[in-house]
């Protein structure tokens, strides 16, 4: 008798803690409250806040962060190194700063009284090119800054990704593709501004836009959310773990990188059409790698791989730029240098990761410890009924 | 006329050929054997370079240079190598962001010691001038200089790989990195000097472009991404790989630079070796390795 | 009767080196067929080739009447070929319900993983997959916690899941203990009750435990078919395996 319960028993406890299967929630708990402060301290920055600076850096480190954020969905998640995101980037901002600045030349002349802007001006042009004539309409442009990276995304990775070249090579194909585009925008300056850049169209900072970018931030984060909690998520998952044993597995592996590479160039190119039109200046330096990089670092230094680590990286680094640059000069230069090397060094989860490791381990161990109690519980009670039983009777049956 | 043209760019095209196959022989072997790239390649050709300017206000020349900038950028490439590279051999990607830094460290504090100006080294007198190739077709005798260089340092790296004793320990470790250890090599001790070898040559590539390029804090970079092009073209894990992937390289930027411009000419030869990597995906001489 | 799996004139070169040679080999349906060889024979290239790892130089390799030669090994796999490599290929930061999740059969297309959830059905093969190599409650944990043997049944479960109608394992006992190897040659024996399997294996034990048909393969070529004991009686496979007896 007392084996029998006891082996049901035992089903029981087994059953019960086979069947539970932990999940990171879509967004854990931490991550709600801290996301709903950090939005509403943002959001309501237009009505308590006085300088007009931080709010406009509130704006960028919106885009950057979303651009940290696209970084990471193809590093952190299917493990991906392009050192030449910011190729979607700028162009999604040139497209942008483009059609603003021929708008904004139609109602500022320049001091020669031409209606086109003022680089091509300078370069000889008297109107506004063909190819560019489409542009002046805002809608297109847009459509034209969404579209076009990502139609390139995907142009560059059935180029890479069908031929199995990933990593280190792939790394070096695109800081190379980054370097030439930043080179062919500096040397076709006519069309582009040059060195100088796109410049003096006015910026578009205001509460609203601040709004509007804080919104799509959110709903990319959400998307992002919901494409790692995918099952497609957990496949990209294994594809970064072991591209090999997935292929096994039946996974077209090319065809899982092109997706989430034009997915997050997509996002690339929202983030730098929204920059564009936010901080009002767009040059070279906003598509080469230098700046690539920097983004790899702050999704670094958040954490990779967690979606929430590059907001938290961005606002970190470029915070801390804020706030050090101006009294350090040069030697900030040294420090970001170090915190390459120490990221890779000593954090490679990154701050974010490194939390969620910590729970992670703490929740297994409570589980285990949990389960171990349960056991103890029900082996103790077995016991006291195996005890009883084996005393006489007393009452009558 | 044009043809002409196009075959003085030819022979222009061999000092670039030069210049970048001292400047990725190193890079290859790094690669090759011990699984690391070195974003601050660029940078460590730019400190060469830097001593070479040193040298010569100091009143030494270029073939003085070379043996110092081998010394200081090896040196410095030891310093590097103990303190970060050793944590993080084989992992590619880690070792590339960690020595960007590096790259940005260095750059900023040569910015802080000499300053942003450009600065200009001249050629060693014996070298100036020239002589006439065929015809009327002028060869200084810098660029003849350029390639014996760059045809002793490969010669000299084939002796160390192929006829030392160390050079056996590379191939080894190279080949089977597990077997090697057990066989009690020391394959730290093969990785530092690798990584050691490949910056002094990195240093001495700095040390030649110092004549013909101005000197500055920024001028590594090119030559650096241009390195990993040969590696990527020419394949790692043979040297023949980095002769062709430089001869490549090196002469289809120079003509095509020449046909159409500097932007254009970069641009047809990445997609010349986005195409070539589509045939066979580990360079030309890469070869088919097991996954 | 048609084999389910039909290897002709095989030729595979890597480096100008030549492993397989014009090598014929074929697996009836619902077998239990063990490779045997010495290292080096060709076995684990037998079965890259027919897992579509690399090309051929030559020859044909047919899969339940449909060509398969050169076919990518994510379509090889959707057609119905599992395989277990000898070094337990896991998704190291996943857990290990979610290393079998991910190799649950079904669709595999990026659209559809995209917005696919997972069924109490699913969910159940899941389970018994795991209760089947007893990996059951360790479910939470990552893939990389484990320890070796745990790593290879836990790549076994990830198979039985994925339903293959044949099945290749490479050396699926290395590196476990006597009990570990048992209990694998056990499971083995019952997941081959309902599916086709090619075991490549080693240990003399576990082959005479479970082995009904042998097919030796040597320097690339195939030495000797049959049963163990037919196969253990050939001159001339106890010459490969066991050196020439020197004259006295």
Redesign the interface.
């Known amino acids: 008798m007392a084996s029998a319960s006891g082996s049901v028993l035992a089903k029981t406890i087994?059953n019960r803690?086979?069947?539970?299967?932990?999940r990171t929630p879509l967004i854990p708990r931490p991550v709600l409250v801290g996301g709903l402060f950090v939005i509403a301290l943002i959001g309501a920055y237009p009505y308590y806040g006085t300088n007009a600076y931080v709010l406009s850096l509130l704006g960028k480190f919106l885009c950057y962060a979303i651009f940290a954020l696209s970084i990471d969905l193809i590093w952190g998640f299917t493990g991906i190194?392009s050192l030449g995101q910011a190729v979607y980037f700028g162009l999604g901002a040139y497209f942008i700063a483009l059609s603003l600045k021929l708008n904004y030349a139609l109602t500022h002349p320049t001091r020669y009284g031409g209606k086109i802007p003022d680089f091509m001006e300078w370069n000889g042009l008297t109107s506004v090119p063909h190819f560019m004539q489409p542009l002046m309409n805002l809608k297109t442009a847009v459509v034209c800054a969404l579209i076009v990276p990502t139609l390139l995304a995907l142009l560059f990775g059935v180029?890479?990704f069908k031929?199995?070249?990933y990593?280190?090579?792939c790394?070096?194909?695109t800081?190379?593709?980054s370097?030439?585009l930043q080179?062919?925008i500096?040397?076709?300056q006519a069309y582009t501004g040059g060195f100088n850049g796109i410049t003096d169209y006015s910026n578009y900072v205001s509460p609203r836009f601040l709004w509007f970018i804080l919104a799509v931030a959110i709903i990319f984060f959400l998307g992002a959310r919901l494409?790692t909690h995918?099952?497609?998520g957990?496949?990209l998952?294994?594809i970064r773990?072991?591209d090999?044993?997935?292929?096994?597995?039946?996974?077209?592996?090319a065809?899982?990188r092109i997706?989430v590479f034009c997915v997050s160039s997509f996002m690339a190119a929202a983030a730098g059409a929204m920059y564009a039109a936010w901080v009002g200046l767009v040059s070279f330096l906003d598509t080469g790698p230098v700046f690539s990089?920097e983004a790899?670092?702050w999704t670094?230094v958040g954490g990779r791989g967690t979606i929430v680590g590059p907001f938290v990286g961005t606002f970190l680094v470029k915070g801390a730029e804020f706030f050090l640059s101006g009294v350090l000069a040069?030697?900030w230069?040294?420090l970001?240098?170090?915190?390459?090397?120490f990221?890779?060094?000593a954090m490679?989860d990154g701050i974010v990761g490194a939390v969620a490791r910590w729970g992670a381990r703490r929740r297994?161990a409570l589980?285990n410890i949990a389960r171990k109690d349960e056991l103890k519980k029900y082996y103790f009670q077995l016991r006291l009924r195996s005890e009883r039983s084996a005393q006489p009777e007393k009452e009558a049956p | 006329m044009f043809t002409q043209s196009i075959i003085t760019q030819f022979f222009n095209g061999f000092s670039v050929v030069a210049i970048l196959i001292i400047a990725a022989v190193g890079l290859a072997i790094i690669f090759g054997v011990a699984g690391v790239i070195n974003m601050a390649h660029g940078e460590f050709m730019m400190i060469g370079a830097y001593v070479a300017a040193v040298v010569d206000k100091l009143g030494g020349n270029t073939l003085l240079a070379i043996p110092v900038s081998f010394a200081v950028v090896g040196a410095l490439g030891l310093l590097v190598e103990r303190s970060i590279i050793r944590w993080i051999y084989h992992r590619p990607l880690e070792t590339l962001l960690a020595t960007w830094g590096v790259g940005i460290i260095l750059q900023t504090i040569v910015k802080l010691i000499f300053g942003p100006e450009l600065y200009y080294v001249g050629t060693p007198k014996f070298l100036a001038g020239g002589f006439r190739l065929i015809g009327r077709l002028p060869f200084p005798w810098y660029r003849l200089f350029l390639i014996i260089v760059a045809a002793a340092l490969m010669a000299l790296v084939f002796y160390v790989i192929f006829h030392t004793d160390l050079g056996l320990q590379v191939r080894a470790v190279r080949r089977n990195r597990a077997i090697a250890s057990c066989l009690g090599i020391d394959t730290a001790r093969v990785d530092m000097t690798i990584f050691v070898f490949g910056s002094g040559l990195a240093g001495v590539a700095g040390a030649v472009l110092a004549p013909i390029k101005s000197v500055s804090t920024t001028m590594g970079f090119p030559y650096a991404v241009d390195s990993y092009m040969v590696l990527v073209l020419g394949g790692v894990g043979n040297l023949w790989g980095v002769v062709a992937g430089a001869s490549l390289i090196g002469e289809a930027e120079t003509i095509l630079s020449f046909v159409f411009n500097n932007v254009i000419g970069e641009l047809l030869v990445f997609l010349f070796i986005v195409i070539v990597i589509r045939i066979v995906p580990k360079g030309i001489f890469g070869y088919y390795e097991r996954r | 009767m048609a084999s389910l799996l039909d290897v002709k004139g095989l030729t595979v070169k890597v480096s100008g080196y030549t492993i397989l040679e014009n090598l014929d080999f074929s697996i009836e349906e619902n077998e239990l067929r063990v490779l045997l060889g010495p290292n080096g024979a060709g076995k684990t290239t037998l079965i890259c080739m027919i897992t579509g790892q690399y090309k051929p130089y030559a020859g044909s390799i047919s899969f339940a009447g449909q060509d398969i030669t050169g076919w990518p090994p994510d379509a090889i796999f959707q057609k119905g070929i599992g395989r277990k490599f000898q070094v337990p290929n896991l998704f190291e930061t996943l857990s290990v319900f979610d290393n079998v999740m991910v190799s649950l059969k079904g669709r595999r297309k990026v659209f559809s993983t995209l917005f696919q959830t997972l069924s109490a059905e699913d969910s159940d093969r899941i389970w018994e997959a795991l209760e089947f190599v007893g990996l059951a409650d360790k479910a939470n944990e990552p893939a990389d916690t484990l320890s070796h043997g745990e790593r290879q049944w836990l790549e076994l479960a990830m198979l039985i899941a994925s339903d293959p109608k044949l099945l290749l394992l490479d050396e699926p006992t290395t590196g476990m203990s006597e009990e570990g190897k048992r209990r694998t040659a056990e499971l083995i024996e019952r997941i081959a009750r309902s599916r086709t399997v090619l075991l490549v294996e080693h240990d003399m034990h576990i082959v005479r435990q479970i082995a009904k048909r042998v097919t030796v393969l040597h320097q690339g070529q195939r030495l000797a078919e049959g049963t163990l004991a037919e196969v253990m009686n050939n001159p001339a496979v106890r010459e490969v395996y066991l050196g020439k007896r020197r004259p006295q």
């Open positions: 087994a803690s086979k069947r539970t299967i932990y190194l180029i890479t031929r199995h070249i990593g280190v090579y790394a070096v194909i800081l190379a593709e370097l030439i080179e062919f500096i040397e076709y494409l995918s099952k497609a957990t496949v998952k294994s773990d072991n090999l044993r997935a292929e096994f597995l039946g996974y077209n592996v065809n899982y997706f990089i790899v670092i670094a040069e030697w230069q040294i970001v240098g170090g915190l390459f090397i990221v890779v060094l490679p297994l589980d």
